[in-house]
């Protein structure tokens, strides 16, 4: 079946710095996505959505990109925070079915 | 404060010993899930329900039950829970469409001996 996943299982950055994490989708029939964060010992957390029918979304701090030819979403964070540590979903839903999430990338922030 | 609750937090059981997880939200959303996470196997999907009454498998629904006879609770029951099925398993809610963002529970970190 369809599925989500992610290109790099971790991603260490420099405090301060900004931070891009990468999410590849390979059903073309997806028109929303969502980034969610998962802090060690909690519940994913909502961060960003996006639907098909925008390439750019902003946030506090975190943009989301989404590249429907290359069926390639991403999640900016600028001015990257010890507190931003953690593992990062992305999940994509096309129509009216459930988001399918991906396997996650673990986010270190190096003080 | 608007909330997904899941207990117990925590649960060590026997093998065939049935067990149940409780889920309760106050947001009054339409759409429940159930999903469990593994090392290396991201959120996968067990089960959903769309509305009272209405169900429906998801990726990985073999050993599991759920009932959703009002619209806050969807209980999670494991009527002969095995070694396999220790993980850590979520509770989520969303509004009215599946396309929307989905509200999780603090988890549920089941060990099965």
């Known amino acids: 079946g369809e599925s989500v996943g992610l290109h790099l299982p971790t991603l260490s950055v420099q405090e301060g710095d900004n931070s891009i994490i990468n999410c590849a989708y390979s059903n073309s029939a997806s028109d929303y996505f969502i980034w969610y964060k998962q802090e060690s010992g909690k519940g994913p957390q909502f961060i960003i959505d996006?639907?098909?029918?925008?390439d750019k979304r902003q946030g506090q701090r975190v943009t989301v990109l989404l590249n429907k030819t290359v069926k390639h979403l991403s999640l900016q964070i600028a001015a990257t925070q010890p507190g931003d540590s953690a593992v990062y979903f992305c999940a994509e839903s096309s129509g009216n079915t459930p988001l399918v999430f991906g396997k996650g990338t673990r986010l270190s922030v190096i003080a | 404060e608007a909330q997904v609750t899941q207990n117990p937090r925590y649960l060590i059981t026997v093998t065939g010993k049935k067990l149940t997880v409780t889920c309760s939200q106050n947001?009054?959303?339409?759409?429940m899930s159930w999903y469990r996470q593994d090392p290396g196997l991201g959120l996968r999907q067990i089960y959903y329900?769309?509305?009272?009454?209405?169900?429906d498998k998801g990726d990985v629904p073999e050993g599991y039950k759920v009932s959703r006879k009002e619209k806050r609770n969807f209980p999670l029951i494991l009527e002969s829970p095995s070694p396999n099925q220790t993980s850590l398993y979520f509770c989520?809610?969303?509004?009215?469409?599946?396309?929307?963002?989905?509200?999780f529970g603090q988890g549920t970190r089941l060990t099965v001996v």
């Open positions: 996006i639907r098909s029918n925008m």
């Open positions: 947001m009054n959303h339409e759409y």
């Open positions: 989520a809610s969303s509004p009215w469409s599946l396309n929307t963002e989905a509200f």
């Open positions: 329900s769309m509305n009272v009454e209405v169900t």
